[in-house]
Structures are given as structure tokens and as C-alpha cells.
């Protein structure tokens, strides 16, 4: 069964920092892109970043370019998030996000046919 699996969500204060995975079972990421987004409470939900399946090439939405940084290790089939200076703007359910076809990087939540269950980031005070 085709899974995709979120990890390492929070509480923060402003300014910390948390890595998120996302770890992939019954199936292998290495042919496909990944994506990252969010959902804040009453948002829709976002893309944040994404990253090729090489790992060569990684986009980020401008809301988080220079904090937040996609990683990924095709041999642990998980993919990363490092999420650094975190506002408390940034608090949302993240998710991991894989199509079901190789692609390149996309936004689009319609390109992507596998979703994880989601990890919670909060940031306060």
C-alpha cells in the first residue's frame, strides 16, 4: 500500500526551528517529485516547496525562501523539510505530497495523487 508519512511537527517559539519528514512506504521516491505544503486554520492549502526527483532542483514560495529548505535521501526514501526561523504565520498542518507519475516540481495540489496524513507546526509564545 502506497503511504506517505509526516514527522517532526511541533510547538516552536518564534524564531526556532524543526526538521520535517516525510517517509515514503510501498513505493519508491526516487523517480518522483515531492511536494511540501500548508494549511493554516480557514487558509487553503499552500504549496510551500518542492524538490525534483534528483534532488537537483528545489523551489520555494516566497513567503518562506531563505528559511525553510527541501531536502531529500532517496536511499531512506524520506523527504525533508528544515523549517528555520518560523513565525508564528507559518503555524499549519504540513503536507507531504508525491504524484502518481514522474513530473517535475509543481504547486498544483491536482498533480499530486498521494497525500500523508499531515504533521501540526505551531509556533508561539
Known amino acids: 500500500q502506497l503511504q506517505l508519512v509526516e514527522s517532526g511537527g511541533g510547538l516552536v517559539q518564534p524564531g526556532g526551528s524543526l526538521r520535517l519528514s516525510c517517509a515514503a512506504s510501498?513505493?519508491?521516491?526516487?523517480?518522483?517529485?515531492i511536494g511540501w505544503f500548508r494549511q493554516a486554520p480557514g487558509k487553503e492549502r499552500e504549496g510551500v516547496s518542492c524538490?525534483?526527483?534528483?534532488?537537483?532542483?528545489?523551489n520555494y514560495a516566497d513567503s518562506v525562501k531563505g528559511r525553510f529548505t527541501i531536502s531529500r535521501d532517496n536511499a531512506k526514501n524520506t523527504v525533508y523539510l528544515q523549517i528555520n526561523s518560523l513565525k508564528p504565520e507559518d503555524t499549519a498542518v504540513y503536507y507531504c505530497?508525491?504524484?502518481?507519475?514522474?513530473?517535475?516540481?509543481?504547486?498544483?495540489?491536482?498533480?499530486?495523487?498521494?497525500w500523508g496524513q499531515g504533521t501540526q507546526v505551531t509556533v508561539s509564545s
Open positions: 524538490i525534483s526527483s534528483s534532488g537537483g532542483n528545489t
Open positions: 505530497a508525491a504524484p502518481s507519475a514522474p513530473m517535475g516540481c509543481s504547486y498544483s495540489l491536482e498533480d499530486y495523487d498521494y
Open positions: 510501498g513505493f519508491t521516491l526516487d523517480y518522483y517529485a
